[in-house]
């Protein structure tokens, strides 16, 4: 009698060696985000003006439109991108309800949180764990190519409005928006099937055809003009006019991304401030800057937790 030898867990060794670079690149991104952050708000230290800045509440209670049409947007296309991946339809509501309750889960440190949650409820929706958790990385995919596309062209088309750094990268940016439509459009077109094995078995995928669904980047897309307008929005509330403000809208799209990559800073806080600051000190001046940045946090916060207590009532059904 032949004893067969069991196949290796291709999926354990792939999530092993990720785990392995996780802990030896998490202690120096720390360490480089600390830096950029104390760097950032040095410079609006230094740059400090005195006075008052007086916040318009109106403004700042349109702005928390914007963010609560982008939390559904977002929630949507994550369940239409959980459905191509499992290869049945997803049920919409508890769907939608499973990714609010995701990205309250996004304000830990590392951003663990948001693929345990949606794990945890993915058998709700007739859907593998794993499935769930791997359905992150693609979302994320889509979700960095076209927050950095709609961002940089953004900034590209208000590179005259834009003052120093702004102007710089505004002149750069139809490269970056260039290498990332080929990445999205690699995500669109490229058959799983071509993927490695070690791959498909890890993300346990299912079915055949692209992963990125046709639809997915142009939901994205929606979703960043929501932070644009959220952005032009707070500027508004602190008192800039309309050209500042557009100038900067932009750049409430790159930012959230920059703090959404530093996983080791729970929702980006810190980070997204930082990037913000460095481009809002000087079209807005430093005082009315730090109050667009404290506004715009709290706005974030409360409409995360509004939607999360409205759409929970769905996860039962």
């Known amino acids: 009698m032949t004893l ?3 196949p290796p867990d291709r ?5 092993t060696g990720a785990d392995r670079v996780k802990r030896v690149l998490r202690p120096l991104l720390a360490v480089v985000a600390f830096a950029f952050v104390v760097w950032a708000f040095r410079d609006l230290a230094l740059r400090w003006e005195s006075g008052r800045v007086h916040i318009d509440w109106f403004w700042v209670a349109c702005s928390l439109v914007p963010l609560a049409v982008g939390g559904v947007v977002l929630a949507y ?4 991108l959980l459905s191509r991946m499992a290869g049945r339809p997803v049920p919409l509501g508890p769907g939608l ?3 609010t309750e995701s990205q309250m889960a996004r304000y830990l440190p590392g951003k663990v949180g948001i693929p345990m949650v949606r794990m945890a409820g993915a058998k709700s929706l007739g859907v593998a764990p794993a499935t769930a958790g791997s ?6 995919m889509s979700f960095v190519a076209v927050g950095g596309l ?3 062209a953004l900034l590209a088309w208000q590179s005259k409005l834009l003052p120093g750094l702004l102007q710089s990268f505004g002149r750069v940016a139809p490269i970056a928006v260039v290498a990332l439509s080929l990445l999205l459009l690699a995500l669109m077109v490229l058959d799983r099937q071509r993927y490695p094995g070690r791959v498909l078995r890890a993300m346990a995928l299912e079915g055949e055809g692209p992963l990125v669904p046709v639809g997915l980047p142009f939901l994205h897309v929606l979703y960043w003009l929501t932070w644009a307008a959220h952005g032009y929005l707070v500027a508004r509330a602190v008192g800039s ?3 500042p403000a557009l100038a900067g809208s932009g750049l409430f799209v790159v930012a959230p991304i920059i703090g959404f990559l530093a ?3 729970p929702a980006g806080a810190g980070v997204r401030e930082a990037v913000l600051s460095m481009g809002l000190v000087p079209a807005l001046g430093a005082a009315p800057a730090l109050g667009a940045l404290i506004v715009s946090r709290g706005a974030t916060l409360i409409a995360d937790v509004v939607l999360w207590v409205v759409l929970r009532p769905l996860r039962a059904r």
């Open 150 to 152: 709609v961002g940089s």
């Open 77 to 80: 296309s994550w369940t239409g």
């Open 4 to 6: 067969e030898r069991e």
């Open 135 to 140: 359905s992150v990385l693609v979302e994320l």
């Open 263 to 265: 996983l080791v800073a």
């Open 241 to 243: 006019g309309v050209e």
């Open 97 to 99: 309800a499973l990714h």
């Open 11 to 15: 999926a354990a060794e792939l999530r």
